[in-house]
Structure formats: structure tokens, C-alpha cells
């Protein structure tokens, strides 16, 4: 480089860039799937919510009654109630109503998915 008579050597902050990105996949998530996603992980994300989950899942007919699920968790049947109710929100679970009780399956699929959007190309 010339600088006022004096020549120096050039600098990274002289060289010209160069395209250091190469193009995105079109298999990312779109906005709206990116918000259903964080929805799903959100409900999740949280300790008792996953040990529901995980208890219904390990269900035979991967199905449990609200009654069954306070003892294994050591909450009332009211939080246990919220916390469902936000993962049949998210998608996770699906609720039935039968008398008095409320039972709840997991949605065909719906971890099936949010573990291909974790490790996408499996």
C-alpha cells in the first residue's frame, strides 16, 4: 500500500471481502413453524411438564387419567390440570373428557417431529 511516500504492507482491514456465507438450506423452519416449535419446547422445557409426558408416554396405551398423575408427580390435581392443559396447548397431548375425569394421550407424532426438527437430516 502507498501512503504518503511511504509504501506498507496491506492490512486485513485493507483486503476486500470476500463471500464468506454460503446460501441457506429451504428447509429451515418458517416464522410460523419456528413460533409453533418454541411453543412445543417451552411447554417442555419445564421439569414437571416433562415428567408428565414422560409418564403418559411410558403408558402401555400411552394414555393417563388426571387422577393417576398427581401421586408420581406430588402435585395437586389442580396444577396437574395447568400443566396439561398447557400441553395439549403446545400440541403435545390430546385431552378426553369421560364422567368426571379428564384423560390425556399423547398426539400421534407430535415428539416424532419436534425430535426432527432437533436433529434435522437424520
Known sequence: MHNGG??????????????CCTS???EALSV??????????KAVAEPTRLRLVSLIAAQDNKEACVCDLTEPVGLGQPTVSHHLK?????????????????????????????????????
Do not use: N
Open 86 to 122: 398447557i400441553l395439549v396447548d403446545a400440541g403435545i397431548l390430546h385431552r378426553e373428557k369421560r364422567g368426571v375425569w379428564a384423560y390425556y394421550s399423547i398426539v400421534p407424532g407430535a415428539l416424532e417431529r419436534a425430535a426432527a426438527v432437533l436433529s434435522p437430516g437424520r
Open 32 to 41: 410460523e413453524d419456528a413460533q409453533r416449535f418454541a411453543q412445543l419446547l
Open 6 to 19: 511511504v509504501t506498507t504492507a496491506p492490512t486485513a482491514r485493507d483486503a476486500v471481502p470476500e463471500a
Open 24 to 26: 441457506l438450506t429451504s
